[in-house]
DNA sequence: GTATGGATCGGCT
DNA sequence: GCCGATCCATACA
């Protein structure tokens, strides 16, 4: 899989909803000083404009202003008071939408993600957006970056045909709960969520 | 200033 | 499957 080049902006679709499903099969790389740590997009969620589960749907305020920067940034905050969460910004710049990337199969540098998690086993390295934060050291520090070129972190050139894509509710939110804008890669055991949700 | 409730995880049953 | 930990951004007084 050709990872090594970073996905053009014009690569990207504009609609969230686009974005989500075109992420899938993309690869997310971090350069650490260790090394190269990098994993395959399994999972993802849209959370579009007016979405009431969406940080925007408020205004902008400082946490979330990076949800409003031209699509390919980095919206990164901290939850629940243990994880963090990476996000891809989309629409047009002025607009505030992005995409949760929930899960990764692991492919480069698992022996660093394996120390940041403290876990051994492969298959729980990066199933969840907490844990895939946690494996690629990812913090607020990278808040707001641009993905689309090489750097600390940056979105990678993955499959063109990744796979049977599905589509389910959205994980953990309460609000907006019933709409399909879950995507996830069919029989992949790197996807997170109960098994109901991935059939 | 205080209250509140998460886009979760890991451990236990 | 259930529950507690943990902390910060936000909302409101």
Redesign the pocket.
């Known amino acids: 899989m050709a990872i090594r080049r970073p996905l053009a902006r014009s690569e990207l679709p504009v609609d969230t909803v686009s974005l989500a499903r075109h992420l899938i099969g993309k690869a997310v790389v971090r350069e650490l000083p260790e090394g190269v740590a990098s994993g395959r997009i399994v999972e993802t969620?849209a959370?579009v404009v007016g979405d009431a589960?969406?940080?925007?749907y408020?205004?902008m305020?400082?946490?979330?202003q990076s949800?409003y920067l031209e699509r390919g940034h980095a919206?990164i905050?901290?939850?629940?008071?243990?994880?963090y969460?990476l996000?891809v910004s989309s629409e047009t710049p002025g607009i505030g939408a992005?995409?949760?990337i929930?899960a990764l199969e692991p492919l480069e540098g698992i022996p660093i993600m394996r120390l940041n998690?403290?876990?051994e086993r492969l298959r729980?390295l990066a199933?969840?957006?907490?844990?895939?934060?946690?494996a690629l050291r990812i913090d607020?520090r990278l808040d707001g970056l641009d993905l689309c070129r090489e750097g600390p972190l940056w979105l990678g050139c993955g499959d063109d045909e990744p796979g049977e894509i599905g589509r389910s509710i959205?994980?953990?939110?309460?609000?907006d709960a019933n709409r399909l804008l879950r995507f996830y890669l069919r029989d992949n055991p790197f996807v997170?969520g109960?098994?109901?949700l991935n059939e």
């Open positions: 969620e959370y589960a969406g940080h925007a408020r205004g305020t400082r946490r979330n949800l919206y905050y901290f939850a629940y008071g243990s994880s969460m996000n992005g995409v949760l929930r998690r403290g876990v729980d199933r969840g957006p907490g844990r895939l934060a946690a607020r959205r994980i953990g939110i309460s609000q997170s109960p098994r109901s």
